[in-house]
């Protein structure tokens, strides 16, 4: 049993593409076949990919083809790069990913406090209410 999965995970290696990505067009959805020919990564590798990252989860239309966001391409392109550049497992490129993921959103806290965000929001909101107020007679 370990060696077939062993030989479907080097038959995964072989068929990814690791040369430059293609440019990606920009545009609001990808097909899984566009996102296979702009990341170098088989469509099959995709799915499996999804079922092992949370954070890739592509939205389905109502025939229940994938559709892939700019943000998923990025995030695609970056476990490619942690999975077969830095030669991570999959648990270790969940591991990077996470902590990534946790970095960046530490990055959002502008450093105000709370009442200073509502604070902000009051006076954006007066400002439209004054800016309503003078366009509609």
């Not at 990814?16 to 097909?31: C, I, N, Q, S």
């Not at 439209?128 to 003078?134: C, G, I, K, T």
């Amino acid at each position: 049993m370990q060696a077939e999965q062993g030989a479907q995970a080097t038959d995964q290696h072989r068929d990814v593409v690791t040369d430059g990505p293609t440019p990606a067009p920009e545009k609001l959805y990808y097909r899984i076949g566009e996102v296979e020919a702009i990341t170098g990564v088989p469509a099959y590798v995709l799915r499996y990919w999804e079922s092992e990252f949370k954070l890739l989860r592509p939205k389905k239309n109502p025939a229940g083809q994938r559709l892939y966001r700019r943000r998923d391409l990025d995030l695609v392109q970056r476990i490619k790069a942690l999975l077969y550049e830095e030669r991570l497992t999959l648990e270790g490129a969940k591991k990077r990913l996470i902590a990534e993921s946790r970095r960046s959103s530490e990055q959002l806290d502008l450093g105000m406090k709370e009442t200073t965000y509502a604070e902000a929001l009051r006076r954006i909101r007066d400002r439209l209410s004054a800016l309503r107020a003078r366009l509609v007679p």
